[in-house]
């Protein structure tokens, strides 16, 4: 297959070309700045059409992931920045799509698990879940990042293509021992004794395995039946205190500091970023992709947490 990754050069866009690469399949990543990688590269400027048009032109699959990062504070400015990366990209690539004379069969788009409800009482899937943004209570900036998804989505779809199924990828937080991600920020604040709870900690924490985000993305491109939005989470979110506290246990430590609300907003605002990526409950499960009969290799945290641990360290060692 030839397969074509707009945005791909972050971390689940690693994962998937040496996967795709790996298993023999051509891969084309498109970016602002091509890197040295074992896959192509194409340049783009994110907005508008050019020479990375025509590689979407025959190709099998597309994966969009493009999207600046909101692991910053939500200025004017940030926040502009945010959406613009998000809607004209994927904008850019639906018009690329729609004007191919061979367009891809499917088209796999970055969306967000953000897009749900904070809530407590239960958990979000597809067909029953609470899209968010007028939750009583929460902090503004919750409903700009749930704004931020709907626009996100909405621009994917505005787009009539016949002959491209359109997926929407609801993803959670996406754990790989790669530095830089997630988890090697999570693991940071464990290993130098910071990876308490924080806040109350009930908030719920949905999180998938690398390798399990992987093999999800592989298995909608097998199952022509999905389309539409499919979260990507491991099946058993679980509140943040004992998500740490797994984690602390996997790493093999005991100590971690707790963090109160106000301690989290100064570290925020010190570190430039939000709390909502940590204080909002996104307590989201991946029932389409279990109704169709998926199944995952790390649906616990308690083995995943050990095995991405496990993997750290491994690298760390070279």
Known sequence: MKIVIPGGSGQVGTLLARSFHAGGHEVVEVGRAPRQVPWRTVAWDAHNQGAWSREIDGADVVVGLAGRSVDCRYTTANRQLILDSRVLSTRAIGTAIAAAKHPPKVWLQASTATIYAHR??????????????????????WNFSIGVAKAWEAAAQAVPLPRTRLVLLRS????????????????????????????????????????????AVQWLLEHEELAGPVNLAAPEPLPFAEFLRLLRQAWGTRLGLPAMC?????????????????????????????????????PQWEGAAKDLCRAWRAAAKG
């Open 262 to 298: 106000w301690m989290l907003e100064v570290g925020a605002f010190v570190m430039r970023t939000e709390t909502e990526l940590v204080l909002k409950s996104r307590r989201v499960v991946p029932q389409r992709l279990l109704d169709s009969g998926f199944s995952f290799h790390f």
């Open 172 to 215: 959670a937080m996406t754990m790989s021992a790669d530095r830089g991600g997630i988890f090697d920020v999570l693991l940071r604040l464990v290993r130098f004794g910071l990876g308490g709870t924080p806040g109350d900690g009930r908030q719920y924490v949905s999180w998938l395995h690398g390798e399990d985000f992987v093999r």
């Open 120 to 141: 407590y009482d239960a958990a979000n899937d597809e067909g029953t879940g609470r899209i968010g943004g007028d939750e009583p209570g929460v902090p503004e900036t």
